[in-house]
């Protein structure tokens, strides 16, 4: 079970790399899109995510389950928000900056809280 949780880990790092990336890569332009890479990035990290704490729970591992509450509902923000605006040939500066928040904001929690367990 070890294995399949790290490698749940790797694909929903990854995962949140390409939503980063697909953030990022539109950051000098001055018209934003949500595009591929960020639709499948974040729909990538959820599924893993969700995976990765069954897989955890399923072990008897220790979850901490505000931390991953809190993950989990900034996540589905951005795949919200992502889905919703898909078919839109533009999105807002602002939009475009509330989902890097959010990214970054995922990424800080999962690295900095510090606490036992995921």
């Known amino acids: 079970m070890e294995f399949l949780e790290h490698l749940l880990l790797v694909v929903h790092i990854l995962g949140f790399s390409a939503l980063l990336g697909g953030l990022l890569v539109?950051?000098?332009?001055?018209?934003?899109?949500?595009?591929?890479?960020?639709?499948?990035?974040?729909g990538t990290a959820f599924v893993a995510g969700l995976l990765m704490v069954g897989v955890i729970e399923a072990d008897d591992g220790e979850i901490n389950n505000t931390k991953i509450a809190v993950?989990?509902?900034i996540a589905l923000v951005i795949l919200v928000l992502t889905m919703a605006?898909?078919?839109k040939p533009r999105i807002s500066q602002g939009l475009?900056?509330?989902?890097?928040?959010l990214t970054v904001a995922n990424i800080c929690i999962a690295v900095l809280w510090e606490t036992s367990g995921t």
């Open 26 to 42: 539109q950051a000098r332009s001055p018209e934003k899109s949500v595009n591929a890479l960020m639709r499948d990035g974040i």
């Open 71 to 73: 993950k989990g509902v």
């Open 85 to 87: 605006n898909l078919r």
């Open 96 to 101: 475009w900056a509330l989902l890097l928040l």
